[in-house]
């Protein structure tokens, strides 16, 4: 199982409109031919992004920017405004019915839920440290080599 790409999707959008010529604009066809994806999926990004307050986005041939400074947005708000964690706010999800009859399905939640727990805090808080003005950095960076 992995976690849904909703997450690079966005951030590898938050990337290109960040690094757009303040003369162009991005639209969604434009996001969508660099990231690969139909850009109905860009479409329904970019309005999580934007309930999130990361991004405006002008309807019609208007484009998208970001309305928060590059150093205050993490990749944490990012992941945030993009992934369905439900309303258990889990990242990890159990399969339904473990056998209460087998000694491992009796006491699986027991052996997993807190280390799980774990794991997702740890990512969140690596989330949290890294920056959009970091991986754009990182991008500029590579793309000029």
């Known amino acids: 199982m992995q976690i849904s790409?909703?997450?690079t999707i966005a951030t590898h959008m938050m990337i290109i409109i960040a690094m757009q010529d303040t003369d162009s604009k991005v639209t969604s066809d434009f996001l969508a031919a660099s990231v690969g994806v139909n850009p109905v999926i860009i479409r329904k990004t970019l309005s999580q992004l934007k309930k999130a307050g990361l991004i405006s986005v002008a309807r019609g041939t208007g484009g998208t920017e970001?309305?928060?400074d590059l150093q205050?947005?993490?990749l944490f708000?990012?992941?945030q405004a993009v992934e369905c964690l439900g309303k258990s706010g889990k990242l990890f999800s159990f399969h339904?019915?473990?056998?209460p009859n087998c000694p491992v399905g009796a006491n699986i939640h027991k052996v997993l839920d807190q280390k799980l727990l774990d794991i997702q805090v740890a990512m969140e808080n690596q989330l949290?440290?890294?920056?959009?003005?970091?991986v754009v950095a990182d991008a500029e960076a590579r793309i000029a080599k």
């Open 77 to 79: 708000d990012v992941y």
């Open 128 to 134: 949290r440290q890294m920056s959009l003005a970091q």
């Open 5 to 7: 790409s909703r997450f």
């Open 96 to 99: 339904d019915n473990p056998n």
């Open 72 to 74: 205050d947005i993490s």
């Open 66 to 68: 970001i309305i928060k």
